[in-house]
């Protein structure tokens, strides 16, 4: 059985810091490119920032680039996403995902396994 497990969350005042975790255990981590989506109150789930399976591409959302850096760490099963300068629009609940794909990974129809997700709040 396949699980992502995020953890890491929580509230942070603006221009603050957190680093998102997510664990994932019953599949070929390696194997598996990995993304980085979120979801405010009201509004459609959308692309944070996705990794390669080899972490050799990153891939981010305008909004995010050069505040945020996804990496992963193939020998513990973990991808990461570190946030610096949070914004107050950057409140959400943020979910890791894997997919199977190496193109497309900005598209949430491309991951086939998804977490729970983990609640950012950031206070202006």
């Known amino acids: 059985q396949v699980q992502l497990v995020e953890s890491g969350g929580g509230l942070v005042q603006a221009g603050g810091s957190l680093r998102l975790s997510c664990a994932a255990s019953g599949l070929a981590f390696s194997r598996y490119a990995m993304g980085w989506f979120r979801q405010a109150p009201g509004k459609e789930r959308e692309f944070v920032a996705a990794i390669s399976w080899s972490g050799g591409r990153t891939y981010y959302a305008d909004s995010v680039k050069g505040r945020f850096t996804i990496s992963r760490d193939n020998a513990k099963n973990t991808v990461y996403l570190q946030m610096n300068s949070l914004k107050p629009e950057d409140t959400a609940v943020y979910y890791c995902?894997?997919?199977?794909?190496?193109?497309?990974?900005?598209?949430?129809?491309?991951?086939?396994?998804w977490g729970q997700g983990t609640q950012v709040t950031v206070s202006s």
């Open positions: 995902a894997a997919t199977i794909q190496d193109r497309g990974l900005r598209e949430s129809l491309a991951y086939r396994y």
